[in-house]
T-cell receptor, first 115, second 114 residues
Framework: EPEVTQTPSHQVTQMGQEVILRCVPISNHLYFYWYRQILGQKVEFLVSFYNNEISEKSEIFDDQFSVERPDGSNFTLKIRSTKLEDSAMYFC?????????????FGPGTRLLVL | AQSVTQPDIHITVSEGASLELRCNYSYGATPYLFWYVQSPGQGLQLLLKYFSGDTLVQGIKGFEAEFKRSQSSFNLRKPSVHWSDAAEYFCAVGPYNQGGKLIFGQGTELSVKP
């Protein structure tokens, strides 16, 4: 069964450093997402991406964040200058999203720790 | 505003006992509702979803959920819990448009006693 993969599984970085989190969505999916979960809090939507453009983003997704689909398979989330409060589990997801209510399929997550 | 509430942060049940995890949502129209499960070190796996029609939805691993519009609820049930069901369970609502977001509840952590 196809699945979403993410690398790395864990990342430790110093405050102010740039990090890139990588995802390989399911191959025939059209929409890609990033969510995050700060420890003890809800899973929160960050951004959705379609046809090489951001479809929707949350207020969390400020200028420090960017997304890119650099080739036909990868989908990346970049945090330019990490802050302590960026420490969280980051989930990538993908969907066919041919209509509202389509299932989003999630990867295993990258746990980011900012020191 | 759309929101999802899972009132129970942590539940412990004995193996073989029945299980019900609660989920309440807030949304003006008929929602799209989902239950996901996260086992340690794993991603969020879809258990089941409700779009329309039959209010009792069957999912994987023997789980089912019932949509009750009058109570704005979508509770997850299993008649007999197995030790391997120990995990965190998330209720979510949405997406309402192409490329739209899911809104998640806080999650309920399930522990299973032998």
């Amino acid at each position: 069964e196809p699945e979403v993969t993410q690398t790395p599984s864990h990342q430790v970085t110093q405050m102010g450093q740039e990090v890139i989190l990588r995802c390989v969505p399911i191959s025939n999916h059209l929409y890609f997402y990033w969510y995050r979960q700060i420890l003890g809090q809800k899973v929160e939507f960050l951004v959705s991406f379609y046809n090489n453009e951001i479809s929707e983003k949350s207020e969390i997704f400020d200028d420090q964040f960017s997304v890119e689909r650099p080739d036909g398979s990868n989908f990346t989330l970049k945090i330019r200058s990490t802050k302590l409060e960026d420490s969280a589990m980051y989930f990538c997801a993908s969907s066919d999203q041919l209509e509202a209510g389509e299932t989003q399929y999630f990867g295993p997550g990258t746990r980011l720790l900012v020191l | 505003a759309q929101s999802v509430t899972q009132p129970d942060i942590h539940i412990t049940v004995s193996e073989g006992a029945s299980l019900e995890l609660r989920c309440n949502y807030s949304y003006g129209a008929t929602p799209y509702l989902f239950w996901y499960v996260q086992s340690p070190g794993q991603g969020l796996q879809l258990l089941l979803k409700y779009f329309s029609g039959d209010t009792l939805v069957q999912g994987i691993k023997g789980f089912e959920a019932e949509f009750k519009r009058s109570q704005s609820s979508f509770n997850l049930r299993k008649p007999s819990v197995h030790w391997s069901d120990a995990a965190e369970y998330f209720c979510a609502v949405g997406p309402y448009n192409q490329g739209g977001k899911l809104i998640f509840g806080q999650g309920t952590e399930l522990s299973v006693k032998p």
